[in-house]
């Protein structure tokens, strides 16, 4: 029962341009919603977050959306860097009931110089 | 400043063996979170700490897994006896005051079970 879904495994970008990697979640219980970034052999680092009383936010580069209707978020990088090349997970939370991080599978981002 | 550190970074043993896995969380940080990284699975959270006591281990695989956190500086995450299905990376994260706070993690520990 995978309640955070990445359904891209994986996508490539021309440096410069922007990329947007998508995430679904079905549990409408959830209220903020976060994304991190992995470089190999390291742990995962906080990217951005978002509240579920906002619909965006913004810091620098980086741009979460968040759809609460469609119960979907995206992250837009713009414009890419070749060090922005890692893997991508979405990560949901609930103040209610378990109150504990639920992680998407994650999306591997290639920026192409 | 130290982020979290885990040892050992690598671990290589013969299933039935015991293995202990470490971590040092972030000085101050008063959760601490233990998740495993699968092919299969991707990342999944085994058991989270609040001021040393457990608070949700539904998510520990089975007995054979078991995790302690004797002061608010030192966790280990022990399996006993390991198996093959248990080789993956494991994450230990700690964060200021649980909840949405963003977590920081260490860099894992890369569990092969032969």
Redesign the interface.
């Known amino acids: 029962d995978q309640q955070v879904k990445q359904n891209s495994p994986s996508l490539s970008v021309q440096e410069g341009r922007i990329s947007i990697l998508n995430c679904d979640y079905t549990n409408s219980m959830f209220d903020y919603f976060l994304w991190y970034k992995k470089y190999p052999a390291e742990g995962p680092t906080f990217l951005i977050s978002i509240s579920s009383i906002k619909d965006k936010n913004e810091d620098g580069r980086f741009t979460v959306f968040l759809n609460k209707s469609a119960k979907h978020l995206s992250l837009h990088i713009v414009p890419s860097q070749p060090g922005d090349s890692a893997v991508y997970f979405c990560a949901a939370f609930s103040r209610e009931g378990a109150q504990k991080l639920v992680f998407g599978q994650g999306t591997r981002l290639t920026i192409n110089p | 400043d130290a982020g979290?550190i885990q040892s050992p970074r690598h671990e290589v043993t013969e299933m039935g063996q015991e293995v202990t896995l470490r971590c040092k969380p972030i000085s101050g940080h008063n959760s601490l979170?233990w998740y495993r990284q699968t092919m299969m699975r991707?990342?999944?959270?085994l058991i989270?700490f609040n001021n040393n006591v457990p608070i949700?281990d539904?998510g520990m695989p089975e007995d054979r897994f078991s995790a302690k956190m004797p002061n608010a500086s030192f966790s280990t995450l022990k399996i006993q006896p390991s198996e093959p299905r248990d080789s993956a990376v494991y994450?230990c994260?700690s964060s200021l005051q649980?909840?949405?706070e963003?977590?920081?993690?260490?860099?894992?520990t890369r569990l092969s079970i032969l």
């Open positions: 979290v979170f991707g990342l999944e959270l989270y949700d539904s994450f994260a649980g909840g949405a963003p977590q920081h993690f260490g860099d894992g």
